[in-house]
Nanobody, 119 residues
């Protein structure tokens, strides 16, 4: 069974750093893209950053210059290095991936990991 497993969330003071990881497991033939989204209480889920199979990256304006997305293709893992964290970064962060699996191309979500930034 294909799944995405996130890790690395936690609590940090403003100005601090955290690194999130998301590992894809199961029978996966290729990865079209992987990315991170976040959702704060009472708000819609929003894009944070994505990285394509070719290595192209895309960031939300609110995190540009502070967050960096990267990947380890062999490990089927995507990372989100978050620096200079602000209280407004507090959210549940979700991994998202577009994967070629046995039945075709499918989108998957992780279970989410909480990031809390205190002022």
């Amino acid at each position: 069974q294909v799944q995405l497993v996130e890790s690395g969330g936690g609590s940090v003071q403003a100005g601090g750093s955290l690194r999130l990881s998301c590992a894809a497991s199961g029978t996966i033939f290729s990865i079209n893209y992987m990315g991170w989204y976040r959702q704060a209480p009472g708000k819609q889920r929003e894009l944070v950053a994505t990285i394509t199979s070719g290595g192209s990256t895309n960031y939300a304006d609110s995190v540009k210059g502070r967050f960096t997305i990267s990947r380890d293709t062999a490990k089927k893992t995507v990372y989100l290095q978050m620096n200079s964290l602000k209280p407004e970064d507090t959210s549940v962060y979700y991994c998202n991936a577009d994967l070629l699996v046995r039945v075709g191309v499918r989108g998957y979500w992780g279970q989410g990991t909480q990031v809390t930034v205190s002022s």
